[in-house]
T-cell receptor, first 118, second 112 residues
Framework: DGGITQSPKYLFRKEGQNVTLSCEQNLNHDAMYWYRQDPGQGLRLIYYSQIVNDFQKGDIAEGYSVSREKKESFPLTVTSAQKNPTAFYLC?????????????????FGPGTRLTVL | AQSVTQPDIHITVSEGASLELRCNYSYGATPYLFWYVQSPGQGLQLLLKYFSGDTLVQGIKGFEAEFKRSQSSFNLRKPSVHWSDAAEYFCAVVGGSYIPTFGRGTSLIVHP
């Protein structure tokens, strides 16, 4: 089955530690995204990547880092610089058919990772 | 820049009743508009989308939405709600940046 997988489902971190959240897709999508979800705040964009080896900051990139070395993988690292990392993190992908159709693409979401800082 | 507002944080309806979830957007031209649904602890799933043409769009699970340019709205409707429709609903708008902006979500509670 094609889809997006995120691991782990639950993650606990001590203050001062970096942690990496995994996101893998087998949909052959070009674009991938990371969102943070907090109660009552909807989804806020952390980083996105429209092609391998390239990524852009979203609205709340401070304290996070990403890499896009492979088309199917877009891991997110939550660094110790992120002041309030406890949240639900969602990864998404879209096919990205090119500039003429940009923006029309449906996003496909993974099941999420719930990160808790102890 | 684009923005989207979902004015209702929670909506409570009885099973079998009709439903309307509100979504208002701000963008200088006609944006691309989406509605997604999220079950507890899960990712989001697309319900429907609007790009152009017929302003009434049909989606999955019996949902529909109507684009009203004069009101900058894209409200989601369902004529008869089922208990399984209880979830969080997100409206999203895509403007010139080609990256979606999501609303804060509306939580739907369905009473038996």
């Amino acid at each position: 089955d094609g889809g997006i997988t995120q691991s782990p489902k639950y993650l606990f971190r001590k203050e001062g530690q970096n942690v990496t959240l995994s996101c893998e897709q087998n949909l052959n999508h070009d674009a991938m995204y990371w969102y943070r979800q907090d109660p009552g705040q909807g989804l806020r964009l952390i980083y996105y990547s429209q092609i391998v080896n390239d990524f852009q900051k979203g609205d709340i990139a401070e304290g996070y880092s990403v890499s896009r070395e492979k088309k199917e993988s877009f891991p997110l690292t939550v660094t110790s610089a992120q002041k309030n990392p406890t949240a639900f993190y969602l990864c998404a992908s879209s096919i990205s058919k090119g500039p003429l159709l940009a923006g029309r693409d449906e996003q496909f979401f993974g099941p999420g990772t719930r990160l808790t800082v102890l | 820049a684009q923005s989207v507002t979902q004015p209702d944080i929670h909506i409570t309806v009885s099973e079998g009743a009709s439903l309307e979830l509100r979504c208002n957007y701000s963008y200088g031209a006609t944006p691309y508009l989406f509605w997604y649904v999220q079950s507890p602890g899960q990712g989001l799933q697309l319900l429907l989308k609007y790009f152009s043409g017929d302003t009434l769009v049909q989606g999955i699970k019996g949902f529909e939405a109507e684009f009203k340019r004069s009101q900058s709205s894209f409200n989601l409707r369902k004529p008869s709600v089922h208990w399984s429709d209880a979830a969080e609903y997100f409206c999203a708008v895509v403007g010139g940046s080609y990256i979606p902006t999501f609303g804060r979500g509306t939580s739907l509670i369905v009473h038996p």
